[in-house]
């Protein structure tokens, strides 16, 4: 999942990304995310910080999903190209 959250991903794409980012930062600190949030209020631009809050979310859940959904290559497919690594090296059987 090594994609950037452009436009070109999906409504569900990014709502899957954007709940985990969510996520992702509740589990960090909620302490640290109201102190952003009571910032957020008394700014003027409140447009232009939401955009990049999304931006920054989605990009923080690819982050998390990549971390912590990467599956383990298969056993099977790992002992499979050790062998194929041996015959091409001459290993034989």
Do not use: I, N
Not at 62 to 68: E, I
């Amino acid at each position: 999942m090594a994609r950037s959250t452009e436009a070109g991903s999906g409504p569900h794409e990014q709502a899957l990304l954007l709940a985990a980012g969510v996520a992702d930062v509740v589990l960090s600190g909620v302490g640290a995310a109201a102190g952003t949030v009571r910032g957020f209020l008394r700014r003027a631009d409140h447009a232009e910080l939401a955009q990049d809050a999304r931006r920054d979310l989605a990009a923080r859940g690819r982050l998390a999903l990549d971390k912590y959904a990467a599956l383990p290559p298969a056993h099977l497919e790992v002992l499979a190209r050790q062998a194929l690594a041996r015959r091409a090296d001459g290993g034989g059987d």
